[in-house]
C-alpha cells in the first residue's frame, strides 16, 4: 500500500490500542535481561524472537523497521497472550510497531517474567499466524555451565550480486535457557568490543565483519560468532523504464483464432533498479498488478494492455495485444462411415479367378479418421494401410472398422467372396497333405493350394537339396512372409511354421 496511507493505517492502530507496558517514549527501568522481537515483510511469521528466558525484570525490545527489512511499511503487533488456557497470563503487553511511527518501528517495554511459558501473537486482522511461544526459567543458575546461543542477521538492501547497497543493518540474538542473557556484546571489523543495545547500522564501502558473543548469569560466555558481507555504492540514477512483453498460447483454429482459451503471460526485465510491478487492463478495465497468466476464455474479440514500473518509478509506455477467442466445436460422437469394395477377374459362378483385392475406405467429417483395421478370416485385426489381395482358394470373409481421432469406432462391417484357382497347375505332384508338416512336425496350420496348384508345403519343400539348417530356416522364413503379404497365411501361421522349421533337422 502506499507509504502515507501504511502511515496514516499506523496511526489509528496507534491511538486505539493501549499499552500495558511501559511506553517507548518513557525511559524504561533497569532490567536484568534484555528481550529482542523483530520483524520484516513477512506476514506470516516475526523475523527473530526469543524462545527461552529467566524469571524477573525484563527488557522487551519490538523493532519492525526499515532496519530489520521492513521495506512495505506494514504494521506489526507483539501482543501476550492473557487468555489461552496453559499460559501464564500476569504481563500484559501490545505493542504496535511500524516504520513509519514516532519510534521508527523500534519500542522497549519492562515486564516482570515469572516461570511458565507465555504465548505471543500478531493481532493485524487477517495475520494471526504470527505466534509463538516463550518458556521462562526460575533463574537459579548455580548448576549453569553451558553459554548463549548467539545469532546474528544481516539486513538492507541488496544488489543483483547480494551486496548491500549503501548500508547494512546487522541484528544480534541471543537465548539462554540456563540462568538467562546477562549481556551481549559486538565489535565491527575486529575494533573492540562493545555492549549490543540495539541493531548495528554500517555503511563504510567495502567488506565487513561484524562479530559477536553473549554472557549468562552464570557467567559463561558464548564463543565468538561473526556475519559477514559488502557495502558497495548506490548505482547512479535510473531513468530508464522496464522492457514489457506479452506471449499469447493457447489452441488456435485455422484462422488464427484461440479456441476455448487464450492465455496471456507477461514478462518484464530492467537493467538498472529492477522491476518492481507489472499490470495489466483487460477489455478497457481498470489495470490490475500481474501476478499469474491471464487466462481468458470469453468468446469474442480481446484487448489487452500492460506495462511495468522499475523500482525508480519509471513506467514503460502501454503496450497491446489484440486476439480473438471462439467457441470449441461440439463435442464428435460420430463415427466413422466405412465401406469396402472387393476386384479381380471373375467367372461365371461370381468366384474370383486367381485371387481377390479388397479395398478399404472410411471418411468422417468432425474430427477426421485416425485408422483402419481389417480382419482377414478367423485372423486378429490388422491395421490397414492399402489394397489387401487374397489369392488363396476357397471362401473368404474380410471384416472391417474405422476409429476417428475423437475415439468413436464405427460398426464392424463385411464382406464376403471366393477364390478359386486360375487354371494353372505349377506343382503337377502336390503334397496335398491336409496340413502343414515340416519333418514330421504338424504344424496344424492348414496346407492350403496357393493359387497356382502348389501347396504351402510344395513351396517350402523340405526334401530339397537346402546348403544347411539355418539356410532352410531362411528360406521357410521367405516364403511363409510371401503368403502372409498374399492373405493366404496370418501371423500367427507363419510364426507356427517357422518354428517347425526351427525345430526340425532339414538341411543338418
Not at 216 to 222: E, F, L, R, V, Y
Request: proline letters at 5%; hydrophobic letters at 35%.
Amino acid at each position: 500500500m502506499p507509504r502515507r496511507l501504511t502511515a496514516a493505517l499506523a496511526a489509528l492502530l496507534l491511538t486505539v490500542t493501549p499499552w500495558a507496558a511501559t511506553p517507548a517514549s518513557a525511559a524504561p527501568r533497569a532490567a536484568d535481561q534484555v528481550l529482542t522481537w523483530t520483524a520484516a515483510d513477512d506476514i506470516t511469521r516475526y523475523k527473530s524472537a526469543p524462545t527461552q528466558a529467566v524469571a524477573g525484570a525484563t527488557t522487551i525490545i519490538w523493532e519492525n523497521s526499515a532496519a530489520t527489512g521492513n521495506t512495505t511499511g506494514m504494521p506489526h503487533t507483539l501482543t501476550f497472550d492473557t487468555s489461552t488456557e496453559g499460559y501464564n497470563h500476569d504481563v500484559t503487553l501490545n505493542i504496535l510497531a511500524n516504520p513509519f511511527d514516532v519510534n521508527n518501528g523500534r519500542h522497549e517495554a519492562t515486564v516482570t517474567l515469572t516461570p511458565g511459558r507465555y504465548r505471543y501473537f500478531c493481532t493485524i486482522p487477517g495475520h494471526s499466524q504470527m505466534v509463538g511461544e516463550l518458556v521462562v526459567t526460575d533463574g537459579g543458575g548455580g548448576d549453569d555451565t553451558t553459554p548463549p546461543t548467539v545469532t546474528g542477521a544481516v539486513s538492507g538492501d541488496r544488489d543483483q550480486d547480494g551486496n548491500y547497497v549503501a548500508a547494512a543493518t546487522v541484528t544480534v540474538t541471543a537465548t539462554d535457557a540456563g540462568s538467562g542473557v546477562d549481556a551481549v556484546e559486538y565489535q565491527v571489523d575486529d575494533t573492540s568490543f562493545q555492549p549490543y543495545t540495539q541493531p548495528v547500522r554500517v555503511t563504510a564501502i567495502g567488506d565487513h565483519s561484524v562479530q559477536f558473543r553473549a554472557t549468562d548469569q552464570a557467567g559463561n560466555t558464548s564463543a565468538v560468532g561473526s556475519v559477514s558481507f559488502r557495502i558497495v555504492e548506490p548505482t547512479q540514477e535510473d531513468t530508464t523504464p522496464p522492457v514489457v512483453t506479452a506471449a499469447l498460447t493457447g489452441d488456435r483454429d485455422g484462422d488464427g483464432n484461440y479456441v476455448g482459451t487464450a492465455t496471456a503471460t507477461l514478462t518484464a526485465t530492467d537493467e538498472g533498479s529492477g522491476v518492481a510491478t507489472i499490470e495489466y487492463s483487460l477489455d478497457g478495465g481498470a489495470f490490475t498488478a500481474y501476478a499469474n497468466p491471464v487466462v481468458v476464455n470469453t468468446v469474442g474479440m480481446h484487448m489487452l494492455h500492460y506495462r511495468a514500473t522499475d523500482v525508480a518509478g519509471n513506467t514503460s509506455a502501454e503496450q497491446m495485444a489484440h486476439f480473438t477467442v471462439v467457441a470449441p466445436p461440439a463435442e464428435d460422437t460420430t463415427p466413422p462411415t466405412v465401406s469396402a469394395t472387393v476386384a479381380g477377374a471373375r467367372n461365371d459362378d461370381g468366384a474370383y479367378v486367381g485371387g481377390a483385392t479388397v479395398t478399404v475406405t472410411a471418411t468422417d467429417d468432425e474430427s477426421g479418421v485416425a485408422k483402419v483395421e481389417y480382419a482377414l478370416d478367423t485372423a486378429a485385426w490388422t491395421t490397414y494401410s492399402g489394397p489387401v489381395t487374397v489369392r488363396a482358394v476357397g471362401a473368404h470373409t474380410v471384416r472391417y472398422r474405422a476409429t476417428d481421432t475423437a475415439g468413436n469406432t464405427s460398426t464392424e462391417q463385411s464382406t464376403t467372396f471366393t477364390v478359386v484357382a486360375d487354371g494353372t497347375d505349377a506343382c503337377p505332384e502336390s503334397d496335398t497333405r491336409p496340413t502343414v508338416i515340416i519333418d514330421g512336425d504338424d504344424t496344424g496350420v492348414a496346407n492350403v493350394d496357393t493359387g497356382d496348384g502348389c501347396t504351402i508345403n510344395d513351396l517350402i519343400d523340405e526334401h530339397a537339396d537346402h546348403p544347411g539348417h539355418a539356410e532352410f530356416v531362411r528360406h521357410v522364413e521367405a516364403v511363409t512372409t510371401a503368403l502372409v503379404t498374399a492373405g493366404t497365411l496370418d501371423r500367427r501361421q507363419q510364426g507356427a511354421i517357422v518354428r517347425a522349421a526351427a525345430r526340425s533337422d532339414v538341411g543338418a
